[in-house]
């Protein structure tokens, strides 16, 4: 199974770096899962949707066709952590073999990236930073490869 992650923006702060890399050390056990930032755009007072749309058209053209595209959204279906792995596999033969999940920016996802995936996928009803976000998808992700594996998990 291939994951990629492809967050709109960058990342700043070391701590979240840190963590990101180590769990994508983690996962290499299980799947090949890569992370790409894509360029965000000044978000300019009346000019939102002009740079999300902006964002969304950097960002559409790192996702294969045959995808399986899994929005981050906070209108999305909130999935627990034993429902997971299914999701990933059902998701995984649906996208030939690789999902692409997709956290937007500051200002959120376009509209047409919503329209595009295959599924709107909340981790909260929280408002999460970006680099949050990250990390505790990589940290569910994680979680759901050892659920699926029967492998023991720390709580």
């Given at each position: 199974?291939?994951?990629?992650?492809?967050?709109?923006?960058?990342?700043?702060?070391?701590?979240?770096?840190?963590?990101?890399?180590?769990?994508?050390?983690?996962?290499?056990?299980y799947?090949?899962?890569e992370?790409?930032?894509?360029?965000?755009?000044?978000?300019?007072?009346?000019?939102?949707?002009?740079?999300?749309?902006?964002?969304?058209?950097?960002?559409?053209?790192?996702?294969?066709?045959?995808?399986?595209?899994?929005?981050?959204?906070?209108?999305?279906?909130?999935?627990?952590?034993?429902?997971?792995?299914?999701?990933?596999?059902?998701?995984?033969i649906?996208?030939?073999?690789?999902?692409?999940?997709?956290?937007?920016?500051?200002?959120?996802?376009?509209?047409?990236?919503?329209?595009?995936?295959?599924?709107?996928?909340?981790?909260?009803?929280?408002?999460?930073?970006?680099?949050?976000?990250r990390?505790?998808?990589?940290?569910?992700?994680?979680?759901?490869?050892?659920?699926r594996?029967?492998?023991?998990?720390?709580?």
């Open positions: 199974m291939k994951i990629k992650i492809i967050g709109i923006g960058h990342l700043k702060d070391g701590y979240l770096r840190e963590m990101e890399a180590d769990y994508l050390k983690r996962l290499s056990r799947a090949k899962v992370v790409t930032e894509s360029e965000d755009f000044p978000n300019r007072p009346g000019e939102e949707e002009k740079a999300m749309l902006k964002e969304w058209e950097k960002a559409s053209r790192l996702i294969r066709p045959t995808s399986f595209l899994c929005a981050l959204d906070p209108r999305g279906k909130e999935l627990s952590s034993h429902e997971l792995p299914d999701f990933l596999e059902k998701a995984s649906k996208g030939k073999g690789e999902i692409v999940f997709l956290i937007g920016g500051s200002l959120g996802l376009d509209e047409k990236a919503r329209q595009r995936a295959d599924y709107l996928f909340s981790l909260s009803k929280l408002t999460l930073t970006h680099g949050f976000a990390a505790l998808l990589l940290e569910q992700l994680y979680r759901a490869f050892k659920i594996a029967g492998e023991p998990y720390d709580k």
